[in-house]
C-alpha cells in the first residue's frame, strides 16, 4: 500500500521560512522522481517543484525559483520542501506527488504567510 504524507506547515510572516517533509512508502522510492504540488484558494493545483530519482535534477516553477528549494534522502524515503523568503502569495495547501503507478497523492499541508 503506497502512502504519501506531508508535514511541516503552518503560519509564518513574510520573509519567514519553513520546511515541509513528505515521507512516502510502499513502492522502491529511491528509483522515481517526486514532485512538490499547491493550491492556493480559487486557484488551480500548480507544480512548485519536482526532484529525479537521483536527487541531481531539481526544476522549479518560476514563482519560488531562487527562494525554494527540494531535496530527498533516497535511504529515509523523503523529500523536503525548504521554503525561504515566503511571501503572501505563497499562501496554499501544499501537495506531495508521485508520479509512481496510477500517482498518488498526500493529503496536504496548509501555508499560510500572513502579517
Known amino acids: 500500500q503506497v502512502q504519501v504524507v506531508e508535514s511541516g506547515g503552518g503560519l509564518v510572516q513574510p520573509g519567514e521560512s519553513l520546511r515541509l517533509r513528505c515521507v512516502v512508502s510502499?513502492?522502491?522510492?529511491?528509483?522515481?522522481?517526486i514532485q512538490w504540488h499547491r493550491q492556493a484558494p480559487g486557484k488551480e493545483r500548480e507544480l512548485v517543484a519536482s526532484?529525479?530519482?537521483?536527487?541531481?535534477?531539481?526544476r522549479y516553477a518560476d514563482s519560488v525559483q531562487g527562494r525554494f528549494t527540494i531535496s530527498r534522502d533516497n535511504t529515509r524515503h523523503t523529500a523536503d520542501l525548504q521554503m525561504n523568503s515566503l511571501k503572501p502569495e505563497d499562501t496554499a495547501v501544499y501537495y506531495c506527488?508521485?508520479?509512481w503507478g496510477r500517482g498518488y497523492w498526500g493529503q496536504g499541508t496548509q501555508v499560510t504567510v500572513s502579517s
Open positions: 506527488y508521485s508520479p
Open positions: 526532484i529525479i530519482a537521483s536527487g541531481q535534477i531539481t
Open positions: 510502499g513502492y522502491d522510492f529511491s528509483r522515481y522522481s
